[in-house]
């Protein structure tokens, strides 16, 4: 009874290469989300999509780029991966009517 | 512009020990705050939230914490922790927008 999933749980790639994660979410919510948490654990959004129409892009580089097929799912595909690019990225979700935002296992990306 | 502060980067406690991380905001409007826990290899987990009302909240595994606008603050609290405690403890702010602020996290380390 996964409520949000991710896919692959580590991913490591060389520079240059492109790669996506897959996000889904079985709680009936409308909105979703993608968070880079960096090497020092800071958590910053990225994206955001509500009924999959794109509501927040904060500033990330347009080598990413998410992509959302229906409200369950959101995945994001990166283009010509950087050494900075190596993170842990984490799906959320949140439903239509409430704020909270709950989260996916994460996506340990290691660019070589 | 939103923001959220956690003072306390590194704390370690003996176990039955009283715990109390410091949040603090900044923010003009209406504030949903939040305390999600990250546990070693984990995804984060919510922990308890306020949106209005009791400005006092309990959440789970015995933690909770207060809310004072006067204060701009949102302290999570424990009065008797236990070495499964450890972790990442990060607050959060949901303002106007959708997305989630989040501070820098504190790492509690429990000894037992």
């Known amino acids: 009874d996964t409520a949000v999933s991710q896919t692959p749980k580590y991913l490591v790639t060389q520079m240059g290469n492109d790669k996506s994660i897959k996000c889904e979410q079985n709680?009936?919510?409308?909105?979703m989300y993608w968070y880079k948490q960096d090497s020092k654990k800071f958590l910053k959004i990225m994206f955001s999509?509500?009924?999959?129409?794109?509501?927040i892009n904060e500033t990330v580089p347009n080598r990413f780029s998410p992509k959302s097929p229906d409200k369950a799912h959101l995945n994001l595909h990166i283009n010509s991966l950087e050494l900075g690019d190596s993170a842990v990225y984490f799906c959320?979700?949140?439903?239509?009517?409430?704020?909270?935002?709950?989260f996916g296992p994460g996506t340990r990306l290691t660019v070589l | 512009a939103q923001s959220v502060s956690q003072h306390n980067h590194h704390v370690i406690l003996s176990e039955a020990a009283s715990l109390e991380l410091g949040c603090n905001y900044s923010?003009?409007?209406?504030?949903?705050l939040f305390w999600y826990v990250q546990y070693p290899g984990q995804h984060l987990q919510l922990l308890l939230k306020?949106?209005?009302?009791?400005?006092l909240v309990k959440g789970i595994k015995g933690f909770e914490a207060e809310f004072i606008k006067s204060k701009f603050s949102f302290n999570l609290r424990k009065p008797s922790v236990q070495w499964s405690d450890t972790a990442e403890y990060f607050c959060?702010?949901?303002?106007?927008?959708?997305?989630?602020?989040f501070g820098t996290g504190t790492l509690l380390a429990v000894q037992p």
């Open positions: 959320a979700s949140s439903p239509a009517s409430d704020p909270t935002q709950y």
């Open positions: 709680l009936g919510h409308d909105t």
């Open positions: 999509y509500n009924n999959k129409e794109l509501i």
């Open positions: 923010y003009g409007g209406t504030v949903n």
């Open positions: 306020y949106f209005s009302g009791d400005p």
């Open positions: 959060a702010l949901g303002g106007a927008t959708n997305k989630l602020i």
